[in-house]
């Protein structure tokens, strides 16, 4: 390696070290100014120029982030969260019981929509519902992130990388469900009775009851309009349009209609999550031009090997990569080493099983995670290995499980 890759490669570890360890507090910086110094070293260390910077940026998932960040907005002011958080709780008997019907929600939302839409929309409404019960809401929270990222497997439009995989290898959404819904469900199975028996003696806690008159008032004349623009928007992502602009488009034409005063709606807005994601690109695309992602690949079994091997080793492989040089640029790179082999039909499969799962193993696996955490910052505060702990065994199980069903159904 040259000295710039070792550069590059420092530089990486550093943020990734201050990213991880902000509870250790190693330096007074929260995750988005950690990202940033990372960002401006790369620059500063003479790792990237500043044009390589801006593209490093994906301005696609920035864009559809602010889009629904200001629908979300919406729902907030018109008391939608703290409506709904009361009628849940009225029909959820037990804390083990709302642990299921979130991952449950969680997980089918997904399989529709992108995972990272759905934790998005559903964290302040968890957050809501956990303080309103008086439960804590660490296990609901982690429920909520890793069943977003299951549940996001089982279709091509659950998550960025599913997209990518079926545009490569040109599978349709039936053939490519066919094989992955039974993936997704035995994930979401495998997660919910880690995280059930893990937290099993807090979930022992019962749920606080409100009276009447603790009802919270909706404002119609805001939910309305917020309603119709958020199905608007998930219409669009069926529809195939594209995601990013058909959000914040959508968006925009809710801020006109809604006639609300839109600096308050745009305070609502978590400028420190998308700053965050901006340098947190910067900073992965600056770690990729070290070449290792490349040498991960070819630590791959050969041909010589068999297509069990190839798969065991392409799953491991991919959860490995997906959580060092994140998911969707591991794919786009073992694409090409995919494309090449007789039997892609199983391995497009592992790769978008295994890619998807990987985002459970750590707190930086996944965009969902980082959206889920920061969220929620200020009501509960999830450090990295409070999410290790148990997404370590969750990602374990579910990828073997995942990669044996994959065999079977392929060789069926």
Not at 222 to 235: D, E, N, R, Y
């Amino acid at each position: 390696m040259s000295g710039v890759d070792w550069t590059a490669t420092a530089i990486f570890i550093l943020t990734y070290a201050l990213i991880s360890g902000r509870r250790l507090k190693i330096l007074p910086l929260n995750r988005p100014a950690a990202a940033l110094l990372g960002a401006a070293l790369m620059v500063s260390c003479g790792v990237m120029p500043p044009e390589q910077v801006y593209r490093a940026v994906d301005y696609d998932t920035l864009v559809l982030l602010l889009g629904m960040m200001i629908i979300a907005s919406y729902f907030h002011l018109s008391g939608f969260y703290g409506w709904a958080a009361d009628r849940i709780l009225r029909v959820a008997k037990t804390a083990q019981r709302l642990l299921l019907v979130l991952t449950l929600c969680s997980g089918t939302l997904s399989c529709l929509l992108v995972n990272d839409t759905v934790c998005l929309m559903f964290t302040p409404l968890v957050v809501g519902v956990i303080v309103r019960a008086g439960l804590p809401l660490k296990p609901y929270l982690l429920a909520l992130a890793m069943s977003a990222n299951i549940g996001s497997v089982a279709t091509l439009v659950g998550n960025p990388q599913n997209m990518i995989i079926g545009k490569l290898g040109g599978i349709t959404f039936g053939q490519f469900s066919a094989t992955m819904f039974p993936v997704a469900v035995a994930g979401l199975i495998i997660q919910h009775a880690i995280l059930a028996f893990g937290f099993r003696k807090v979930l022992c806690k019962p749920i606080s009851r409100f009276p009447e008159e603790n009802i919270p008032a909706l404002n119609w004349r805001l939910l309305m309009p917020a309603s119709v623009a958020l199905a608007g928007a998930f219409g669009g992502f069926l529809a195939g349009w594209n995601l990013a602009w058909t959000a914040l488009g959508i968006a925009s034409v809710l801020m006109v209609v809604a006639r609300r005063d839109t600096h308050e709606v745009l305070r609502l807005v978590d400028w420190h999550l998308l700053v965050f994601f901006a340098a947190l690109f910067v900073v992965v695309a600056g770690f990729e031009t070290t070449g290792l992602l490349d040498r991960a690949i070819e630590v791959l079994p050969g041909a010589q090997a068999g297509a069990t091997a190839q798969a065991w080793g392409l799953a491991g492989v991919t959860v490995a990569g997906s959580n060092i040089f994140s998911n969707v640029p591991f794919v786009l790179l073992a694409g090409r080493w995919v494309a090449e082999l007789p039997s892609q039909e199983l391995f497009w499969r592992i790769l978008a099983m295994a890619s998807t799962f990987a985002g459970n193993l750590t707190l930086l696996g996944s965009v969902a995670n980082l959206i889920v955490v920061e969220s929620a910052r200020g009501h509960c505060d999830i450090g990295f290995f409070d999410y290790a702990k148990f997404g370590a065994p969750i990602t374990l199980l579910s990828v073997i499980a995942g990669t044996i069903i994959c065999l079977y159904l392929t060789a069926g």
